[in-house]
Structure formats: structure tokens, C-alpha cells
């Protein structure tokens, strides 16, 4: 059975940075891409960075972290990392990692950044 546990998350000031670690059971070569989503109340879950598994490891980003948030991995772990710098408030949500795209069996309980003035 296939599972993304992140951890990681916290309470932490404007400004300031946080890492979260996706560990994912099993061989993380079984896919393509791995992404970060998050969800903010009341908002929809979005994708905020991906990065693809193979040799190059291409990524991208939502341009609303573009610069601030850099996703990286070590695939001998099967652990996907989410860096975040100067963290806005509106960065306040559940940090969820899944493939890229998301299947929804795959979505696990996440990890709460808050950001606080």
C-alpha cells in the first residue's frame, strides 16, 4: 500500500523558513512526479511545487512561491523535501504531498504551517 507521510510543519514568524519532509513507502521510482499541494481554509487544494523523480529532476512552481520555495529529494531515502523562506502569511495551510497529478488515494493527513505576524 502506497503512502505519503509529511511532517515537518509548525508555528513559525513572517519571514521566517520551515522544511518539510514527504516520505514515501516503497520505491519512489514508481513515479514520474512527486508535488507539494496545500489547502488554506475555505480554499481549494493547489499545487505549489513538483519536482520529477528520474535523472534531471525537473521542477516547478506556482508563481505565488516562485523564489521562496525550493522542492528537492533524496531518492535513496524516498523522501521528497519542501524548503520554505520568507514565509507570508498567506502561506498558512495543510502541506500535503502526492504524486503530480494527484490520485486521491494517495492523500495522507499532512502537516499545518502557520504563519504568524
Known amino acids: 500500500q502506497v503512502q505519503f507521510v509529511e511532517s515537518g510543519g509548525g508555528l513559525v514568524q513572517a519571514g521566517g523558513s520551515l522544511r518539510l519532509s514527504c516520505v514515501v513507502s516503497?520505491?519512489?521510482?514508481?513515479?514520474?512526479?512527486i508535488g507539494w499541494y496545500r489547502q488554506a481554509p475555505g480554499k481549494q487544494r493547489e499545487l505549489v511545487a513538483a519536482s520529477a523523480i528520474g535523472w534531471g529532476g525537473s521542477t516547478n512552481y506556482a508563481d505565488s512561491v516562485k523564489g521562496r520555495f525550493t522542492i528537492s529529494r533524496d531518492n535513496a531515502k524516498n523522501t521528497v523535501y519542501l524548503q520554505m523562506n520568507s514565509l507570508k502569511l498567506e502561506d498558512t495551510a495543510v502541506y500535503y504531498c502526492n504524486r503530480d497529478p494527484s490520485y486521491a488515494p494517495y492523500w495522507g493527513q499532512g502537516t499545518q504551517v502557520t504563519v504568524s505576524s
Open positions: 516503497g520505491n519512489i521510482f514508481r513515479f514520474n512526479r
